[in-house]
């Protein structure tokens, strides 16, 4: 692999004392011949420098390395991997925060597509067309006759809470229900239906949110296991909000 002044890929056991040292797992589905291994990577680190602007770095020197971002601001989601086994978020994360070595792993219970790299869109798609996370009510565009009425501030207000959900990932792969139930809908999902019932434009009752999240892929598999709100990096109560949805469920099913 190629190498620069300050941009260094080489054994740890080499590296300078100031030096960030990255250790990132190399994967490579599409190639069946390409055998997953932990790269070492040495860089010097620089004030202010996130793992998105270390992983870049890294990149100028090895086009090759895959991983994901937008916007660099902690608003897109797209940047979430495995740090030292912790779900976070790249673009957030400091790198003089982290110990020496650390190591970059992609986030699971996602598809693979390389490197650090996984697909967040597909199962965050299949989770809400499973979950119908949308608004459903008669559609004020298409009858002039209805007028949406206002919302309570309050209303308004705690839907927004739960909407701040970037989906990034970090709780899907923070869960170890998800790791044995392939469907379960996660503390993403459970949160979405959460704000979907709070809102007063969905006519949906609970006898059909229900149908929707009462078993064990839903809000039933929940095993309060909370690695979902350690991780989320938007601080979300999603304890409080799966302990609401599931004592409303076991109203609606008696
Ligand atoms: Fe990420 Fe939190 Fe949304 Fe889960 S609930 S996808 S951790 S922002
Ligand atoms: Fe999983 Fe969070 Fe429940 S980690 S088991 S969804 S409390
Ligand atoms: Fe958008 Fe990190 S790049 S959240």
């Known amino acids: 692999m190629s190498g620069s002044s300050d941009v260094l890929a080489r054994d740890s056991a080499a590296v300078d004392d100031e030096a960030i040292v990255l250790e990132i797992l190399r994967a490579n589905p599409a190639d069946p011949d390409f055998v997953p291994h932990w790269q070492t990577f040495e860089l010097e680190p620089a004030e202010g420098m996130t793992l998105f602007i270390?992983?870049?770095?890294?990149?100028?020197?090895?086009?090759?390395?895959?991983?994901?971002?937008?916007?660099?601001?902690?608003?897109?989601?797209?940047?979430?991997?495995?740090?030292?086994g912790r779900p976070g978020l790249a673009c957030r994360t400091l790198v003089t925060d982290l110990p020496r070595p650390t190591r970059l792993a992609p986030l699971p219970g996602f598809a693979l597509i390389g490197d650090l790299s996984?697909?967040?869109?597909?199962?965050?798609?299949?989770?809400?067309?499973?979950?119908?996370?949308?608004?459903?009510?008669?559609?004020?565009?298409?009858?002039?006759s209805l007028v949406e009425?206002?919302?309570?501030?309050?209303?308004?207000?705690?839907?927004?809470e739960l909407e701040r959900c970037i989906e990034c990932g970090c709780c899907v792969a923070a869960c170890g229900t998800v790791q044995m139930r392939?469907?379960?809908?996660?503390?993403?999902?459970?949160?979405?239906?959460?704000?979907?019932?709070?809102?007063?434009?969905?006519?949906?009752d609970d006898a059909e949110f229900l149908e929707l999240?009462?078993?064990?892929?839903?809000v039933f598999g929940c095993m309060s296991l909370l690695g979902c709100e350690d991780v989320c990096p938007k601080n979300l109560p999603l304890?409080?909000?799966?302990?609401?949805?599931?004592?409303?469920?076991?109203?609606?099913?008696?």
């Open 54 to 84: 270390a992983l870049t770095e890294l990149r100028e020197a090895d086009p090759s390395l895959q991983f994901d971002f937008v916007c660099r601001a902690g608003i897109c989601g797209s940047c979430g991997m495995l740090i030292n």
């Open 118 to 144: 996984v697909d967040t869109g597909r199962w965050m798609r299949a989770m809400s067309e499973r979950l119908e996370t949308w608004v459903q009510g008669p559609d004020i565009d298409r009858d002039p």
């Open 149 to 160: 009425q206002p919302m309570e501030p309050e209303t308004a207000e705690a839907i927004y």
């Open 182 to 204: 392939e469907d379960f809908a996660a503390a993403v999902g459970l949160n979405k239906v959460a704000r979907f019932r709070l809102d007063p434009r969905d006519t949906r």
């Open 213 to 218: 999240v009462g078993d064990d892929d839903g």
């Open 239 to 254: 304890a409080t909000q799966i302990a609401f949805l599931r004592r409303a469920m076991v109203k609606a099913s008696l």
